[in-house]
């Protein structure tokens, strides 16, 4: 470990802090423990002292009633508790603009992008018994005084700080601090007092967001756009629908805080607000709370950000505390709490601006995850806490900040909303549907049942196959087909075969994994579908001791009648003829879906000459019916089972092969073939072609009509995303 002077510059990743201590008193050096592989850059830092504190006017004691009713006609919140007790003293009421008499801190030159600054009291403030507020110089005008709050996170003789004040654009920060009123509190005996500056760089295009946002007006912000959205950018699925959080390792902080985690049994969660700024834009969002962190973690000497959760306005929910994701362990949230309660905290200031209707509902999810966590139903069951001042108090299960201590956190605004919130949670819990509308009124409906999920997929396209071929035949088969992995034109038509997998290989060899699952399987036979040309004959030679068959012919069109005289060598009962050539010569995806059906094989054909003299001669052999795939004519007299596009024609297909509602239904991507080509000997249900990053509307209302018990998706999330497959999964909720 290595020790640096709080009066320098820290530079760790991303973040830089610059620390100056201020005191009435000439200042000491205060040392600050960082881990080893900590860079430390130092630098000068000037130091003043405090004067003419005792020269500020007091004023009267501003006064705050908890509303009795709200907007949605709700009745009075039974918890909700008197703060005209606890109202704050407004410093910025009695901090006149020009009394250079009464700052605190002067703290020039601030960098540019997302800061962080605020007053820390190492030797910490007993009772409470300062007012501080703080004004901000951006290009040569001063902004008016603010009144801060400190942290009610821990108790009274540690470090204390003011809650993190964010910046952005600033080129100075004031701070004054003065007793509060009706208190002896000698301003001057404060102690080791200094204004603490955290800086954080604003990544490019950080978490998908764009990075040319600037900062937005907190009143022009459209909610309505943001309500019940999908949260973006998220790393961490929790399992409860639309939400999902970013963990600390996304968004740039160290995944382990270094500290020993002391775990505890939560009874209930704290909402709070940062009180900083609202005008921080999208692109900046993460990097403020990475400031947070920083200031309670280095500047506090807490090692960690005392939320377990942050949420920003634009909805999207961070990981806080180290492993709050699958754990609880004690933060540093609400003093008096910290030991059996979780805290949430929104970053802004609500103590007169509505939240944002997209934070109010990311809260709710997290804390109605939280409470499924814990195993609690109902937000309104009182827990004990022991509070500020000292005693104890019952508060609900969900509650305010202000609720444990004397504090207005999270603010009037948010906490107005509490009982909305409560509802909302208290409906998500059930499992229902529920959410706060852009009216802000409380909205919920029973959640239909979705279908079950799952996928099958490897690390590529043969482990893939593998993974099919292990769901299909569990206790092996007599055949394995081969074909090439990167030539899906002899591949489309092998999508027929029952009596055994279809697995990859390239010219080059046969994959291990690929050769034990042959081994496990315990076949007898290999089939190579291809010519020699993709499949070469030095490939038996990792596959030894079974009889041997290739089916490869001149050209595909001739691979695919091999294949058909293989699977059907007398008669079947229908024929169905794909586009042989599709985009580039690379193959059409409607051969992949006329796999869907069991009783007949694929012919390919070319678009605008059909079947050529010899696919015809042995599709009237066959005899049966024919069908054509997609809506180009492939051949005389067929039925058609097409769509306006492949997506379309696979739910055609999907009809025709299974007249009955499937039970099962499988998702393949529709651009890229190999993994449908895999999936042709799934016989209890058929394929549906999709896009990787969007479902088709088609695709839709088939699972909607049908309503599938369960819905796969086959590979990997770079062929269908997890949110395709949740989207599906909902098309065909019952």
């Known amino acids: 470990m290595r020790r640096l002077s709080i009066v320098s510059l820290l530079s760790v990743g991303a973040f830089t802090v610059a620390f100056a201590l201020q005191s009435s008193t000439p200042s000491t050096t205060t040392d600050l423990v960082l881990p080893s592989d900590m860079d430390v850059a130092p630098a000068t830092v000037s130091i003043a002292d405090i004067d003419g504190m005792e020269d500020i006017a007091e004023a009267p004691m501003e006064e705050k009633v908890a509303p009795s009713e709200y907007g949605t006609g709700e009745s009075e919140d039974p918890f909700l508790v008197e703060v005209e007790q606890r109202s ?76 993190p004040i964010y910046l952005e654009d600033a080129s100075k920060i004031e701070a004054v601090v003065k007793a509060a009123p009706g208190t002896d509190t000698d301003v001057q005996a404060l102690g080791n007092v200094h204004m603490a500056v955290v800086y954080t760089e604003t990544q490019e295009n950080e978490l998908g967001s764009d990075s040319s946002l600037k900062k937005v007006d907190f009143k022009e912000q459209s909610d309505a756009r943001a309500v019940n959205t999908v949260l973006r950018g998220a790393s961490y699925n929790t399992g409860m629908q639309g939400l999902n959080i970013l963990s600390r390792g996304e968004y740039g902080l160290p995944r382990s805080s270094g500290w020993t985690l002391e775990a505890i049994k939560p009874q209930g969660v704290v909402i709070h607000h940062t009180a900083s700024a609202n005008d921080y834009s999208k692109a900046d969002a993460a990097a403020v709370v990475k400031g947070i962190w920083n200031f309670h973690a280095n500047v506090n000497d807490w090692g960690d950000v005392g939320y377990h959760f942050l949420v920003d306005r634009y909805g999207t929910v961070y990981e806080g505390r180290e492993g709050s994701l699958t754990g609880f362990y004690e933060g540093g949230h609400a003093y008096g709490a910290n030991t059996n309660t979780l805290g949430i905290s929104v970053v802004g200031n609500f103590v007169y601006e509505e939240p944002p209707y997209a934070a109010q509902n990311s809260v709710a999810k997290v804390a109605a995850w939280l409470f499924k966590r814990i195993g609690i139903e109902d937000p309104y069951k009182g827990i004990w806490v022991q509070g500020q001042p000292a005693g104890g108090r019952w508060i609900p299960a969900l509650s305010g900040h202000r609720d444990v201590g004397g504090t207005e956190c999270p603010g009037q605004a948010f906490y107005d909303k509490l009982p909305r919130l409560r509802k909302v949670v208290a409906s998500l819990v059930k499992g229902n549907n529920a959410w706060i509308d852009g009216a802000g009124n409380v909205q919920e409906r029973p959640r239909a049942v979705s279908a079950e999920g799952g996928r099958l997929s490897g690390a590529d396209r043969d482990s893939t196959a593998v993974a099919i071929s292990q769901a299909r035949f ?14 899906p034109v002899d591949a489309m038509a092998a999508g027929v075969v029952k009596d055994g997998p279809i697995l990859f290989a390239s010219r080059g ?49 001739d691979t695919a009648r091999r294949v058909a005289s293989y699977v059907f060598p007398t008669r079947s009962a229908a024929v169905y003829v794909a586009d ?59 039925t058609s089972l097409g769509g306006t596009d492949r997506y379309s024609t696979s739910v055609a297909s999907a009809r025709h ?51 599938p018990k369960k819905v796969v998706a086959l590979g990997g ?6 949110e395709v497959l949740m989207k599906a999964r909902m098309c065909a909720a019952r």
């Not at 605020?118 to 901000?136: C, H, L, P, Q």
């Open 88 to 163: 704050l003293y407004s410093a910025s009421e009695v901090v006149p603009e020009e009394n250079e008499e009464s700052v605190l801190h002067v703290a020039s030159d601030l960098p540019s992008g997302v800061v962080i600054a605020g007053v820390v009291f190492e030797d910490g403030v007993k009772g409470g018994a300062v007012t501080i507020a703080y004004r901000s110089e951006a290009d040569g005008m001063w902004s008016d005084w603010t009144d801060v709050e400190l942290e009610d996170a821990v108790a009274e003789t540690m470090t204390q700080s003011t809650n």
């Open 474 to 487: 569990p206790s092996g088969a007599t055949t394995a087909y081969l074909v090439n992995r990167l030539s």
């Open 509 to 557: 060899g046969v994959k291990p994994e690929t050769v034990n699952e042959i081994r496990r399987l315990g076949v007898s036979k290999i089939v190579m579908v291809g010519g020699t040309g993709v499949l070469p004959d030095s490939l038996w030679n990792s596959l030894p001791g079974v009889s041997r068959v290739r089916l490869g012919g001149a050209d595909r069109f």
């Open 580 to 638: 042989g050539l599709g985009v580039n010569g690379v193959g059409s995806a409607d051969a992949l879906v006329a796999a869907n059906a069991e009783d007949g094989p694929i012919l390919l054909a070319k678009p605008g000459v059909g079947l050529d003299s010899a696919s015809a001669s042995l599709a009237s052999k066959l005899g049966g019916k024919k069908y054509q795939l997609g809506s180009v004519s492939l051949a005389a007299g067929a």
């Open 657 to 707: 092969s299974y007249p009955t509602k499937p039970s099962i239904v499988y998702l393949v991507r529709g651009d890229v073939f190999m993994d449908g080509v895999a999936s042709g000997t799934l016989t209890d249900g058929p394929r549906l072609l999709t896009e990787t990053a969007s479902l088709p509307s088609s695709v839709c209302d088939y699972l909607k009509d049908v309503k």
């Open 717 to 722: 999330t770079g062929a269908v995303s997890d």
